[in-house]
C-alpha cells in the first residue's frame, strides 16, 4: 500500500484527538497537554491558522500517524523557521521509515528554511531519525513563560 502525506480536514478530528492524547500521554513528550489544548491545535491546523499547518499520514486502508508544523521567522538565522511541534507515528506503523517520510516531506515544501525541534533525550528512537535527516543538537537551553 502507499503512504501519502496530506493536510489535516474536519473528518480526521477525532482521529487526530485520539493520537494527540496517545502521545501527550507518553514518555516522548515532557508536558501533557489538555483535551482543550488538543481542541485548539487541531481547529488551528484545519482553519487555515497562517502559523500551523497539520498533516495526516495514511496508506489507502487507515491514518497511520500526523504532523503539525509551526512557522514563524529566525533572527537568529536570518530565515523563515519551521517548528516540528508534533510527529506522532502509531506503535503498529513505526520502523517502516514513515517519520523519515514526513520529514522529507516537510523539507522539500518548505526550501530555504531553518528547522527546529523539540526531542527528549530519552526517546532515542527520535534522536536517531532526527540525526539521521540532518538535524545537531543546539548548545542553548529554552526557556518559556
Not at 488551528?44 to 497539520?54: A, D, F, I, S, T
Not at 531519525?129 to 543538537?137: C, M, N
Request: aromatic share 14%.
Amino acid at each position: 500500500m502507499t503512504n501519502i502525506i496530506r493536510p489535516m480536514t474536519e473528518t480526521d478530528k477525532q482521529d487526530v484527538l485520539n493520537m494527540m492524547k496517545t502521545f501527550y500521554n507518553s514518555p516522548a513528550v515532557f508536558t501533557n497537554g489538555s483535551d482543550e489544548i488538543y481542541e485548539s491545535d487541531f481547529q488551528n491546523c484545519v482553519n487555515e491558522n497562517p502559523y500551523l499547518e497539520g498533516f495526516i499520514i495514511e496508506n489507502s486502508a487507515e491514518i497511520q500517524g500526523y504532523a503539525m508544523i509551526a512557522k514563524s521567522f529566525s533572527t537568529e538565522f536570518g530565515k523563515q523557521c519551521i517548528w516540528l511541534e508534533d510527529l506522532y507515528i502509531k506503535e503498529k506503523f513505526r520502523g517502516l521509515g514513515l517519520g523519515k517520510k514526513v520529514l522529507d516531506f516537510i523539507t522539500q515544501k518548505y526550501t530555504n528554511c531553518i528547522f527546529r525541534l523539540e526531542v527528549e533525550e530519552e526517546n532515542e528512537r527520535a534522536v536517531k531519525l532526527y540525526e539521521k535527516s540532518g538535524f545537531s543538537v543546539l548548545p542553548y537551553m529554552e526557556m518559556k513563560k
